[in-house]
């Protein structure tokens, strides 16, 4: 995959991400406040394909469904020097990449265009030509993105009655929770 980057710093927090107020918000709703502690613009700027950097510890805090917000608001990956476990889970769980690369924060700036090989964990800033290589995602994880996250891959292996795999294949969000 290849987008723009925007770069964020270390330990954002869900809270930073998904603020309190906005989770009785409606889905598009609701994305419209992402960042908005860090960058309150950055919704309105943000465009389908690009790629959010940050550094380490990503998405500590609680468990909130950000993924979902990322998904609607169109970013194509989320890359940090690494993640909170669960938030990182719960990115995959919806079906939104998510691949830890050390040193990011110093390899990409805001506006860079960076270009991801989750297979093959390979990297390259198309703006100033560096690239690299990281530890590529399982290929477990890589069929959960390529079915659309893990409910859609249980509904297609026949493990959800099929009201829930109408619901899937309808294309409303649904919350994956913090426990799959």
Do not use: C
């Amino acid at each position: 995959m290849t987008g723009r980057v925007w770069l964020f710093g270390n330990s954002v927090d869900t809270d930073a991400m998904y603020p309190a107020y906005a989770m009785k918000l409606d889905l598009p709703e609701a994305a419209r406040h992402v960042f908005y502690q860090l960058r309150p613009d950055w919704t309105t700027l943000v465009q389908p394909g690009d790629i959010v950097v940050a550094g380490r510890n990503f998405g500590v805090g609680s468990s909130r469904p950000v993924a979902s917000l990322f998904r609607h608001l169109g970013v194509a990956a989320l890359i940090a020097e690494d993640f909170n476990s669960l938030f990182f889970r719960n990115a995959i769980n919806a079906g939104l990449p998510a691949l830890t690369v050390p040193d990011a924060t110093t390899l990409f700036t805001d506006g860079d265009t960076a270009t991801f090989d989750l297979a093959t964990g390979t990297y390259r800033n198309e703006t100033t030509g560096t690239s690299g290589r990281t530890a590529p995602l399982p290929d477990l994880i890589l069929e959960i993105l390529t079915s659309g996250g893990i409910l859609a891959r249980l509904a297609t292996q026949g493990f959800l009655p099929p009201e829930m795999r109408d619901l899937l294949s309808s294309g409303v969000p649904v919350d994956t929770g913090s426990s799959a």
